[in-house]
């Protein structure tokens, strides 16, 4: 990655966690489990704010959108570290780059 390409990823990883740190100050009013996919409702909610944030900066490069899943499986493997508050957007961030 040159650093043009890494100033743009910076730039998105940057946005990126901003929605994360917005959509998880919501946990406290989503206590209930989510009747579909039996977890809790504010997991549902921060996994589809950033489904939506990683396909609204895709579009600005004109790249297709990704699936839910895509962002289930960065989410899953940055659960359970300490620094997951990190590793969930920087996973995204990697999602828009085509980089996972």
């Known amino acids: 990655m040159d650093g043009a390409q ?4 910076k730039r998105d990883f940057d946005e990126l966690r901003d929605v994360f740190a917005k959509a998880a100050k919501e946990r ?3 206590p ?3 009747p579909e996919l039996r977890e809790p409702e504010w ?3 921060e996994r589809r704010t950033m489904h939506d944030a990683v396909n609204r900066i895709r579009a600005r490069y004109g790249k297709p959108p990704v699936t839910e899943e ?5 989410e899953t ?3 359970g570290h300490t620094d997951y508050y990190v590793k969930f957007p920087l996973g995204c961030a990697d999602i828009v780059h ?3």
Do not use: N, P
Not at 6 to 9: I, M, P, R, S
Not at 70 to 74: C, D, F, L, M, Y
């Open 98 to 100: 085509d980089r996972r």
């Open 77 to 79: 493997s940055a659960s």
């Open 28 to 30: 406290a009013a989503r």
């Open 70 to 74: 895509a962002i289930v499986r960065v």
């Open 43 to 45: 997991v549902t909610f």
């Open 6 to 9: 890494h100033a743009l990823w």
């Open 32 to 34: 209930g489990i989510d």
